[in-house]
């Protein structure tokens, strides 16, 4: 995947009263998920934004609360290209990827950011886009290649996920399918149901047509 830099602010001021404010002033509320988990009680110093999260069993875990500016998040949000975000936080640099957004439903403006915190040695769960190479059979005989899932969701250390999954369907022959248990990628888990439909050749009338004439003859 490529880098995206990314400033952020810890955030103290938590409340949907403050969150408003933020958006005033053209800021967006973030939390950082995903860091390491920790004994309870916590004995350590939380920074400013940090609080421990209780996950049961005597564990916890450090979240961070942030703030990041509208403009220097467009072109992480507004792409269909996937990134590893390099965090400027606490003067120090951690490094995340996008878990979920919150849009206006109007507006269609960012209200909220949730950020998950990765490491090396840890394997993630992203979405990467699907492009197709090639010259499909069926396509040659008449029929059209149709993609019914643009993305599909790899599990992977961050540092081994590329930034799209090339899929070549020079064999696809005409009404054939192509799911995800059909797939392999080096290193990578698909994570998605095996009998989804990543792609498939449809028949076109014409090419129906031609079937029916051929048979007739």
Wanted: charged fraction near 25%; charge should be positive.
């Amino acid at each position: 995947m490529k880098t995206f830099a990314l400033s952020a602010e810890p955030r103290t001021v938590l409340g949907k009263k403050a969150a408003k404010a933020l958006r005033s002033q053209n800021l967006i509320p973030v939390v950082l998920n995903g860091g390491k988990i920790i004994e309870l009680p916590f004995t350590g110093t939380l920074r400013d934004g940090e609080k421990v999260v209780e996950l049961g069993n005597g564990k916890g875990l450090i979240t961070t609360d942030l703030t990041v500016s509208q403009d220097a998040v467009r072109k992480l949000i507004y792409t269909p290209e996937i990134f590893a975000i390099e965090l400027d936080l606490h003067g120090e640099k951690r490094m995340a990827v996008l878990k979920d957004l919150q849009f206006h439903p109007v507006k269609d403006t960012i209200l909220h950011i949730d950020l998950l915190e990765v490491f090396p040695e840890k394997p993630v769960t992203i979405e990467v886009p699907v492009k197709l190479e090639g010259h499909a059979e069926g396509v040659k005989a008449g029929g059209k290649l149709n993609l019914s899932m643009k993305k599909l969701k790899v599990r992977a250390p961050y540092t081994a996920i590329p930034e799209r999954l090339i899929i070549n369907v020079d064999e696809l022959g005409l009404g054939k399918t192509m799911q995800v248990g059909d797939l392999h990628f080096e290193g990578l888990e698909l994570v998605n149901a095996k009998n989804a439909v990543v792609c498939a050749v449809q028949l076109t009338r014409a090419a129906r047509g031609a079937a029916a004439n051929a048979a007739k003859g």
